[in-house]
């Protein structure tokens, strides 16, 4: 018998989601537990993008299907955009440098996303399509099995079924960009959430459970180093028992995606020739191919483990688009070098600010996929050890599951357990949405002085780190408006084909029904036939009657078959004008 979901969390990467829930155990032999919730094709990872197809739109492990031939109607990379455009410095370069999707409209007030839906030209705001990611998480979150209600049923009803959510955030994010998560969770209609700072979640994740074994009866500065996809962050934070307090946290704008492309500039020079000859459709498809070896390419040299690779690149657009060859590790990892004197300014400065004078750094925790690169690894450990040049990172989390589950106990010993309190903020958040005024008082964990949580809970976790305002203002009210009427189009079409689907059964059953009446339900007609069958004889009359009644049959069998033919040609498209012809044939036919 499973335990009932409570405290659910919620990991948004840039490209992909990740979803813990609290498991209570129905075991007295197994403790309580963060568990990992699986998406609809089982898998842990979620993709965090959305595409649009013909008169349909799929969501995150949905739209992987036929995407390279569709790459113009996806939205992805949406996290860095939502709610404030601030983290972007030059959108045109970031677009060509594949960190920004091509189609995004961004300026200082908003993020649109071009895309085709119904052969017709839509734009879908950064965060409308967010919430319809949230929306798929929130769902696969509360979805039970053999769960017959809509998907959006079962994600509004999170929160009303006695469970609390909990989104993290990055420590860049501005208080702009939480406000844009918090629009799209109105978007759909879901249930309010608590935001939670990334790094606070790694930090009790590592100190929980470590704090109640008793080992930090000795106090510990553990330097928690993290690099995701666009950006890289450093959090000191100090252990003793009962009490966890983050000493400084800094973060970079730079991520595992930058080492990409340059890993992509490389293979580009090696493989100009076959990218000349595609045109057309065919070049965006060969720079998400180029991008997706690219990265499979860092990850393999970022062991340190081989000096060479053998490459095979099956590209669009020719017959002889294809490339083989070898790619040297140390052609990568040279074109690598101002991105590792970037990241070693920054580790430099992190660990000479003035919150850490005096300050011994015990050990380094890495998480985040990015940071599996070695060298950054020994960049960080020599700036964390300058006395001790053996002295190595630790990698004990899991690197790629610790926000998710940090988040989920952190939550759930602060809402439900009440055994630990953590630093917190309230941000207020007005807008009017075309028709009212919203407002929301938005609990932030991880800022602040203020503490949230029982007065009287044992642990402690202090990060009194300000949130800071957008430069820029939002324009909330148009963006909700906008996706009022994006919603509209999309389940205008929805409704539009299920009319259209009851109407065309209706014409089709009145044409079929009325066919099989006249030939079987014809009593005077029968009646003759009857006679006839049984060796009868008919009269001259009778004979007459029986043919001009086979004459009339026939007549309105092949009238049948006029408005059947019609129904035909109107096609399967469900426009207004459609349906109303198919309803005026309807009652033809009847």
């Known amino acids: 018998c499973k335990g009932e979901y409570k405290m659910i969390a919620i990991d948004l990467g840039e490209s992909t989601m990740k979803i813990a829930a609290w498991k209570k155990s129905v075991n007295p032999q197994f403790a309580d537990a963060a568990e990992m919730v699986v998406n609809d094709t089982s898998k842990r990872l979620t993709p965090l993008r959305m595409c649009f197809r013909k008169q349909s739109y799929f969501v995150c492990d949905h739209s992987t299907p036929n995407m390279i031939s569709n790459i113009p109607n996806y939205i992805w990379n949406v996290k860095r955009v939502i709610g404030s455009s601030s983290l972007v410095e030059d959108a045109k370069k970031e677009v060509e440098e594949g960190k920004l999707k091509e189609n995004l409209e ?31 998480g929130y769902y696969i979150a509360a979805k039970k099995h053999d769960d017959s209600r809509s998907q959006s049923e079962i994600a509004k009803s999170l ?16 208080l702009s960009h939480i406000r844009g998560l918090q629009l799209a969770l109105d978007l759909k209609g879901l249930s309010d959430a608590v935001f939670l700072q990334e790094n606070v979640a790694v930090a009790v994740e590592f100190g929980y459970y470590r704090n109640l074994d008793g080992v930090f009866s000795t106090p510990q500065v553990v330097v928690f180093a993290n690099m995701g996809c666009v950006a890289a962050t450093l959090t000191a934070v100090e252990y003793k028992e009962n009490h966890m307090k983050v ?5 970079l704008m730079l991520g595992g995606d930058d080492f990409s492309q340059r890993a992509t500039t490389v293979l580009e ?14 070049v965006l498809k060969n720079e998400l191919v180029l991008r997706n070896k690219a990265k499979e390419l860092k990850e393999v040299f970022a062991l340190d483990e081989m000096d060479e690779m053998i490459v095979d690149i099956d590209f669009y657009g020719g017959d002889d688009a ?17 991105l590792f004197a970037r990241f070693t300014a920054f580790v430099e400065d992190f660990f000479a600010c003035e919150e850490l004078k005096g300050e011994k750094v015990d050990r380094v925790e890495i998480s985040g996929a990015a940071m599996r690169m070695k060298r950054l690894q020994e960049i960080v450990a020599r700036a964390a050890f300058p006395d001790n040049p053996e002295k190595q990172c630790n990698s004990t989390l899991n690197m790629d599951e610790c926000v998710c589950r940090g988040a989920c106990l952190l939550g759930e010993m602060v809402y439900r357990e009440k055994s630990m309190r953590v630093s917190a903020t309230t941000a207020p958040f007005a807008y009017n949405n075309g028709s009212e005024e919203v407002r929301h008082e938005m609990r932030v964990l991880g800022y602040g002085d203020a503490m949230e949580g029982d007065a ?19 324009a909330w009210q148009a963006v909700a408006e906008h996706a009022r009427e994006v919603e509209h189009t999309i389940h205008l079409w929805s409704a ?3 009319e259209w689907n009851s109407e065309r059964n209706t014409v089709d059953h009145e044409y079929y029904h009325g066919r099989d009446t006249l030939k079987t339900k014809q009593s005077r007609l029968g009646q003759l036939e009857r006679k006839k069958d049984i060796g009868a004889t008919l009269t001259a009359e009778d004979e007459a009657e029986l043919k001009r009644l086979y004459a009339e049959r026939d007549a309105l069998l092949d009238r049948y078959d006029v408005v059947h033919e019609k129904v035909n040609r109107i096609g399967t498209k469900p426009t207004e004008e459609n349906i109303q012809e198919l309803k005026e044939l309807t009652q033809e036919l009847k």
């Open 106 to 136: 961004l300026d200082s007030e908003r993020g649109l996303y071009n895309v085709e839906f119904d052969n017709k030209h839509l734009k879908v705001d950064a965060e409308h399509a967010m919430a319809f990611m949230l929306e798929y």
């Open 456 to 474: 009287g809970a044992a642990v402690e976790m202090v990060c009194a780190t300000k949130l800071e305002e957008a430069a820029t203002q939002h």
């Open 159 to 174: 929160g009303s079924d006695g469970s609390r959510m909990i989104i993290t955030v990055p420590s860049y994010y501005t």
């Open 496 to 498: 539009l084909q299920d």
């Open 247 to 251: 000493l400084a946290t800094r973060s």
């Open 269 to 282: 020079g090696l493989c100009r020739e076959q990218l000349q000859e595609a045109t057309g459709k065919s």
């Open 322 to 338: 294809f490339f083989t060859g070898d790619v040297e590790r140390g052609a990568i990892v040279d074109s690598y070098a101002d």
